[in-house]
């Protein structure tokens, strides 16, 4: 890798989630200078790594477009950049054929799904190309009566569950809120059928008719689907990346960066009076003003007017951005928040246990504890990054 200029900082090296966040701000219209870049090849590989584990090098790219910097990178960083970018948009352009195809099928039994995550971010055109936003799978929403006719309705059209238990047909039976991932031989994309929007502990947030009853009918590609309101793909974001994923140690750079860009690309059309008095309702209100100021720390995101200031909001963004900038910080605050997390691992689980019908017999089922490599691994990635 050839090396950048130097200039004040080259002698040291700075925290790679500094310098990521920093140049991903470019895309959300803050200018950047060659400052901003990484000054040397361990920073470089440093970052690129981060982006590449948080699925952001696309973003990565664009922000250094929009800001003009491209001529200012080493050639190896932007040939990556660039092939990353295009074997993006390669894989997104077969997932929007897929997408088509799945939506076209759905419409076939009566059933028009409601997109969520990348899938609406695809339809939509929130961002400025396919290939800006890296997505692994493909995520809608159907009626829970209508689960088992459209997994059947998929297998005959080549897609096959990755889990073979009819009782799982019965939305009741679900330990999560979507049926377990089918796949094709014939796409690239796992499926996830949700019958609920987001997980059972955190249910009272956001639910399936309400989405429903806001969402935008689409007429996309010969088929029908639904878009989630700006109001409720943004609800949707925050419980899933920090209700859920961030309480359970793991903070998703995609999904913050994606919060700032769609407040910023919807702006008016965001009703944060509604999603603050939901949250309040149900105690989340210090969780939606720790998000937002997370975001304002890692991409200078600020606060919607109406949205209540709180007396913390200040320390919060000083705790967050002393993570940044110091990855002995960020270490030592996992290291303490390890035991929050697991207890609230086991609450959460509890909680979905308690609600799930035939609870012994769910006791005696192997799968209901994978759950606890899959969320041990996460907290301990959470302290190594």
Known sequence: MQKTGTHFFASRNRP????LCRGLSGALGQELGPFDLPASEAEWRSVLRLASRH?????????????GLTSGLPPDVQEFLDAVYA????????????????????????VRPLLLKGAATLVSGLYPTPGERMIGDIDVLIPPS????????????????????????????LTFHHYPRLYSHNWPAPVELHVRPVHRSVA?????????????LSNWREGRCFLPSPTHFMLHNVTHAFLMDYRRGFLSIRQLFEFVYACRTWAERIDWELIEERLDTLGYGGDL????????AYFGFRMPSTLTH???????????????????ALFLFSLVRLVQILGSILRTRAHALVNT???????????????VYRELKGVFRWVNR
């Open 204 to 216: 009272q947030v956001l639910g399936g008719e309400e989405l429903f009853r806001d969402a935008t």
């Open 146 to 173: 209508k689960l088992a006719e459209v997994v059947e309705h998929l297998r005959l059209v080549g897609y096959q569950p990755a889990e073979e238990e009819k009782e799982l047909l019965d939305p009741e039976n």
């Open 16 to 19: 790679a989630r500094l310098l």
């Open 55 to 67: 699925l952001v090098t696309p973003f990565l790219r664009w922000a250094f477009q929009e800001q």
């Open 289 to 296: 003003r720790s998000y937002v100021a997370l975001a304002n």
């Open 357 to 371: 019908p035939q609870p012994i017999k769910e006791l005696l089922r192997f799968r209901n504890y994978m759950w």
């Open 310 to 328: 709180s007396r913390w909001n200040p320390a919060r963004r000083r705790l967050y951005r002393l993570q940044l900038e110091h990855p002995a």
């Open 87 to 110: 074997l993006n948009l390669d894989s997104n352009l077969h997932t929007e054929d897929q997408l088509a195809h799945l939506i076209r099928e759905l419409n076939q039994i009566g």
